[in-house]
């Protein structure tokens, strides 16, 4: 399997685009975690990776959305942008991933690409804006991967992004950035419309047939002003989610990333670990996107630096969800980030003003943290990485106790759909 994901790597992709990501994400992304590590050995902190939605608008209206995409149009603007990535760079971080609403709505997005040639971005896009223009710009820069999110099939995906023929026009967007020989990856929120289709070795099969270097299984998070929680994943859902994606890591040619889960199996929240935090259109400080609450922001006058190390309330928010769950806190306990809120005095980040309600409103469900069902991974390379790289970095030794964990589906006992344990196979 390493030998035909080599292959694939060295065949399949422009060679200077398979270096910069080699450096700048692999190389670079490695130390940069390093950094962090050391960083905590001296009770200091940063986040060795930073999320930026840098524009809330969007050309659809997906299920579940927590953006205020319909709003006034609020962006990062380019100087705003290149200062923040600049004092990250400074700490040690070459990676950033973009978001939005849609990131290729901002008009200027192209030139805070190529102000950090230094560095490595992940786009997450619905594609419908990558055409053979626009994929050609992203070969020529060389330092970013478009994340194209698939979301079922084409009925699926119509229903779930609230237009029609939004499978085609991603699809177009997707062959447009292959036909340029991009590092292409392609994301899906898994959700109960979409699981039998997507969750399957037919469909990882066809994107490495398209020649898709990576994929991202998503949970689905029921947030936001209409979070639909039906579709939400039940636990053995959930499992099977990740029994999936360990066994396609093993025995697949293609890159499997998911951000749930340490080499044992055990759960994480990387925004708990402070492996992540999050920067919102308008400049704001989030632990994570589906959390918009925050103190400060990008745009206050103290550095970044300063920013990071010395918020109360990222601090507190590491803390008090690492001493509740290893889970997804706002899928688990909502009442803590409201009870978070109002102690530091937080602000709600949207423009729709209504986050708390939303909080208020959330019926807790259990997320990826699943007691006694954990799955090791079966690759030796992800094992590597993960136990290196992707780990809680001492957080959940310091602060969690499950004397303290509440489980939420201890409360859902009248809902058929809701097991404990499944029977599903545990593959070591």
Known sequence: MYFRMAKRLLTETDKRLLWKATWTLGFKGLLSVHKHKRRLKRGEFFPPFLYMSVINSCNLRCQGCWVDVAAKQQRIEVDAANRTIDEAKKMGNAFFGILGGEPFMHKDLMKIFAAHP??????FTNGH?????????LRELGNVT??????GSEIISDERRGRAGVLNDTMKGLEAA???????GVCTSVCKSNIDDLVSERWIDRLIEMGVMYCWFHIYRPVGPESNPDLALNSEEQRRVRQFVVDIRATKPIIVIDAYHDDAGNALCPAATGF?????????LEPCPVIQLATESIHDKRSLKDTFNESAFLRDFRELTAQHTRGCVIMERPDLLIDLANRHGARDTTARGSVMKELEDISPRRSQFQPGDEIPERSLAYRWAKKYAFNDFGTYTQHFSEDRWKDPDANRTNDPETTDKTSLPVLK
Do not use: C
Not at 118 to 123: G, I, N, R, S
Not at 146 to 151: M, T, Y
């Open 178 to 184: 292959l036909r340029n020989k991009l590092m292409v």
């Open 146 to 151: 478009p994340l194209i999110s698939v979301e």
């Open 129 to 137: 804006f990558i055409t053979d223009e626009v994929a050609a710009q």
């Open 276 to 284: 992540t935090h999050h920067v919102g259109p308008w400049g704001d």
């Open 118 to 123: 230094d560095a490595y971005f992940q786009v």
